[in-house]
C-alpha cells in the first residue's frame, strides 16, 4: 500500500506525544499515512507555516486556532481544531525570592489551593509580578488571568504579562526577569532543577479539564482532503488510547526520549507522564492526578463549549463582539468530523456536541452513543459554570 | 557593527536620502551573521540599522530607537516575544505589526523559504517596505545556503573523525590493517542495511562504556 505523505509542525514538549507515539508504534502507517514530524522553534513560525500550507497539521495551543480564525495575531487564517490533543499538563511556579516572601506570610505550599496562592502572591509583594507565559494566545494565559483577576487584591496594574519561550523561562527566572510563570512539561521541571523556581500549581487546579493543545489544519485543506484527516485522527486517537494506559507510561517515556523528537533526557518527560511532580529541588515528589490527559473522559473530543469558553475569553481582551467571537469558535472545533472519523471504530461518542462547562464535580455517566461514556470533573476553582448555549 | 548605525554619505547620495531614512531594527543573536546583513542593507541604500541580540528588551528598544521595521529569524524563539509585542494595546506604545502583503502572497512564501520574518512599526507603507525586504530575502537565503553548507562540511569533519576511531579500535583488537579495518566496518554495515558513520557511532560509544 502506497502511504500518503503529510507533515505536522509540533513543539518539543510532552504533550506532543501523541504525534510521536503516532509516528514511532505505526498507528499513521497503519492509517495509511507517512506522517513526518516538522519541529518548529516557535508558535509564531509553527503558525505562519499552517498558515501559509507548508505543513499539513499542527500541535497548536487550543486557543491559536480560534485567535487567527477571529483574525487576531499576525498570520489570520481559517483553521479548525479536528481534534483535543492533551487535557491540563502545565504547572505554575514562582522564583525562589517570591516562594521565600510567600512563605513568610504563612503560606504552605500544598500545590492544590489556587484562592490561597492568589492571597500569598499579592500579600507577599506589593510590586508588579512579573509573568511569563510561552504565548499570548495559550491557555497558559486564559488560565492565569482566569485566576488571578477572581482575587479580592487583583488589579490590572499589579501583574504583567510577559511572553518567553519556554525552554527560556528557567534562564528567565535565574536572571530575575520574571517572579512567575505558567508553562508546559518539562518546562516547569526545568526551572525547578536549574533555577530553584517553585512550582505552586498544577494549571488543573485552576479548571480541572482545560483542552490544552488541538490537532489543526486549514480549513480549506480540510474540506479537500477529508479521507487524510479522518485517517489522522484515527491514528492519533489510538496513540492516546495508548498512552492512557498506565502499563505503557515507562515504554512512552523511553521512546520520548529515545526518538530526537523532544531531545530531552528521561527525567524531564517522567514527571509529566507519571504526574509525579517535584515542586520544590531537593523535595520528594507529589502524586496529581489527571495532570496531564491524553484520552481519559472524552478528552480527545473537540467541545465546541470549549471553543466558546476561549473565545469568550478572547472576546473579553480584544473588545470583540462575544456573540460573533463565539460562532466562529464553535465553527472552528469540528467535533462532526471528529465522529466522522472515528465511526468505523466503534468508538464510543457523546450525545451532545457541547456542555456545560464547569458543571461536572465527579467523574458522571453521561448519555452517549455506546451508553459507556463517564466525563468529568471538570470544574472551575471559584465554582463557576460557563453554559456556551446561553453564553449565545 | 557600530558602522551600521550611522549614515553613510556616499550610499545615501547615490540611492537617494528618501531610501536611507527607514529605521531598521534587527533581531540577532549572532554577530558575524548580523554584520553580513547589516552589510546588505548598507549597500542597498539603508544605513539606519540597529541590531539587538534579544527581543526581551524589545519594548523599550522600540520606544527608544523609533524603527519602522524589525528583521528576525524565522527560526529564532524570540518570534513569540515580538508577537506578543504586536499584540499590546497600549496606546502609548507604537503598533506593531507582521508583515504579510496579501496582495503579494509570493513576497511572504518567499521570506518563509528563506527563513526570514518581517514586523512593521507604525504602518510604514507597503512601496518602502518592499524594497529592504527584498534585499533582506535575498541576504537571508545566502546566508541560510552557506550556514547549511558549513553544518554539512562540520558533519562529514566530525563523522570521519569518529570512523577513524572506530577504524583505530577494530586495528588493535583485531590485529589488522587500516583498510581491512574499513572494509569490515563497511562489510557489518551493508550486512544490516545501516550506515557505516552508524556502525562507528555504536563501535565508539560501546569502547568507551567498557573503558
Known amino acids: ?392 | 557593527m557600530a558602522a551600521g548605525r550611522w549614515p553613510n554619505p556616499s550610499v545615501a547620495f547615490l540611492t537617494g536620502s528618501v531610501k536611507s531614512t527607514v529605521k531598521i531594527l534587527v533581531v540577532e543573536p549572532d554577530p558575524d551573521k548580523a554584520r553580513d546583513i547589516i552589510d546588505a542593507l548598507t549597500d542597498g541604500g539603508w544605513s539606519d540599522v540597529t541590531v539587538i541580540a534579544t527581543a526581551s528588551q524589545l519594548d523599550r528598544t522600540v520606544q527608544q530607537q523609533n524603527p519602522d521595521i524589525i528583521l528576525i529569524d524565522l527560526a529564532n524563539p524570540d518570534r513569540d516575544t515580538l508577537e506578543h509585542i504586536s499584540l499590546v494595546s497600549d496606546p502609548k506604545a507604537r503598533a506593531v505589526a507582521m508583515f504579510v502583503d496579501h496582495t503579494d502572497e509570493a513576497m511572504t512564501q518567499a521570506a518563509i523559504a528563506a527563513g526570514l520574518s518581517a514586523y512593521v512599526v507604525n504602518g510604514l507603507q507597503k512601496d518602502r517596505i518592499k524594497p529592504v525586504l527584498e534585499t533582506a530575502i535575498a541576504r537571508f537565503r545566502m546566508l541560510s545556503k552557506m550556514q547549511s553548507e558549513l553544518d554539512a562540511a562540520k558533519q562529514a569533519l566530525s563523522d570521519r573523525k569518529t570512523i577513524d576511531r572506530a577504524k583505530g579500535l577494530l586495528m588493535r583488537a583485531r590485529g589488522i590493517s587500516e583498510d581491512e579495518a574499513y572494509t569490515l566496518l563497511r562489510k557489518t554495515a551493508m550486512g544490516q542495511g545501516r550506515k557505516v558513520i552508524d556502525v562507528a557511532t555504536a563501535l565508539v560509544t560501546t569502547a568507551d562504556l567498557l573503558r
Not at chain 1, 509540533?10 to 499515512?33: K, N
Not at chain 1, 486564559?142 to 525552554?167: C, G
Not at chain 1, 508553562?183 to 533555577?195: D, I, Y
Request: with cysteine; aromatic share 8%; net charge negative.
Open chain 1, 1 to 392: 500500500m502506497t502511504l500518503t505523505h503529510i507533515e505536522c509542525g509540533y513543539l518539543p514538549l510532552v504533550d506532543s506525544a501523541p504525534l510521536i507515539i503516532a509516528q514511532e508504534l505505526r498507528f499513521a502507517a497503519e492509517e495509511g499515512l507517512d506522517l513526518s514530524l516538522i519541529r518548529q522553534p516557535s508558535w509564531s513560525a509553527l503558525r505562519d507555516m499552517l498558515a501559509l500550507g507548508h505543513i499539513d497539521f499542527a500541535h497548536m495551543l487550543s486557543p491559536l486556532p480560534i485567535a487567527m480564525s477571529l483574525g487576531l495575531g499576525g498570520m489570520p487564517a481559517q483553521i479548525d481544531a479536528l481534534m483535543v490533543l492533551s487535557v491540563n499538563g502545565t504547572v505554575i511556579g514562582v522564583s525562589a525570592d517570591l516562594d521565600a516572601k510567600m512563605r513568610a506570610t504563612g503560606w504552605v505550599n500544598s500545590f492544590d489551593d489556587p484562592k490561597i496562592v492568589g492571597q500569598a502572591i499579592f500579600a507577599a509583594t506589593s510590586n508588579r509580578v512579573r509573568i511569563g507565559v510561552p504565548f499570548p494566545f495559550s491557555m497558559h494565559r486564559m488560565l492565569l488571568d482566569y485566576w488571578l483577576a477572581r482575587d479580592p487584591n487583583f488589579d490590572a496594574d499589579r501583574v504583567e504579562i510577559i511572553t518567553v519561550p519556554p525552554p527560556q523561562m528557567a534562564a528567565a527566572v535565574k536572571a530575575g526577569a520574571l517572579d512567575m510563570f505558567c508553562v508546559g512539561e518539562p518546562w516547569g521541571t526545568v526551572a525547578v532543577q536549574q533555577s530553584d523556581a517553585v512550582l505552586v500549581l498544577p494549571s488543573r487546579a485552576i479548571w480541572q479539564f482545560a483542552p490544552e493543545k488541538v490537532l489543526g489544519a486549514r480549513r480549506g485543506w480540510v474540506e479537500e482532503n477529508p479521507g487524510t484527516c479522518h485517517a489522522m485522527i484515527r491514528a492519533v486517537y489510538k496513540a492516546a488510547t495508548w498512552l492512557e494506559n498506565p502499563t505503557n507510561t515507562p515504554l512512552a517515556a523511553e521512546i520520548l526520549a529515545r526518538t530526537q523528537h523532544l531531545d530531552l533526557p528521561d527525567h524531564a518527560i517522567d514527571p509529566a507522564l507519571s504526574g509525579l511532580v517535584v515542586t520544590k529541588k531537593g523535595d520528594a515528589p507529589l502524586q496529581t492526578d489527571r495532570f496531564l490527559v491524553f484520552h481519559e473522559g472524552a478528552a480527545n473530543f473537540p467541545w465546541r463549549s470549549q471553543a466558546g469558553w476561549i473565545a469568550h475569553q478572547l472576546a473579553k481582551w480584544h473588545g470583540l463582539d462575544a456573540a460573533q467571537a463565539s460562532q466562529t469558535a464553535h465553527a472552528c472545533f469540528r467535533p462532526d468530523i471528529y465522529r466522522a472519523a472515528l465511526a468505523p471504530l466503534g468508538v464510543d461518542m457523546p450525545g451532545a456536541s457541547q456542555k456545560c462547562e464547569g458543571a461536572l464535580h465527579h467523574p458522571t455517566a453521561v448519555a452517549s452513543t455506546r451508553g459507556k461514556m463517564i466525563l468529568g470533573p471538570d470544574t472551575f476553582f471559584d465554582g463557576a459554570e460557563f453554559d456556551s448555549a446561553q453564553e449565545n
